[in-house]
């Protein structure tokens, strides 16, 4: 997304929709940018996670869910290595 230029509109200063188009047409370009991250997020990720950012409404909606969905699964993982590693030292 940083290669195409729409990092802003997921996690940067364009993150939050535009309330009122201008003559510069902001909103009208925040809607195309932001169409074709949710474009990119929903068709790159598994089965699984689409469940979870089918109903998002934007893009920081999307990232904000990964954010939740994948840091949960590392402190679950952190906590299965951390009672290896004390059953381990247990054992010896």
């Known amino acids: 997304m940083q290669g195409q230029d729409l990092w802003d509109v997921v996690n ?3 993150a939050t929709q535009p309330e ?3 003559v510069h047409g902001t909103l009208w370009k ?3 940018r932001a169409g074709k991250v949710m474009f990119i ?3 790159t990720v598994e089965e699984d996670v689409l469940e979870h950012i089918r109903d998002a409404k934007n893009p920081k909606e999307v990232w904000d869910t990964f954010a939740k969905l994948f840091s949960k ?3 679950t993982k ?3 290595l ?3 590693l004390l ?3 247990n054992a010896t």
């Open 87 to 89: 059953s381990w030292r």
């Open 20 to 22: 009122a188009e201008d």
């Open 30 to 32: 925040w809607k195309i």
């Open 41 to 43: 997020l929903k068709t």
């Open 73 to 75: 699964k590392n402190d």
């Open 82 to 84: 951390e009672n290896e």
């Open 12 to 14: 940067g200063s364009e």
């Open 78 to 80: 952190l906590e299965l």
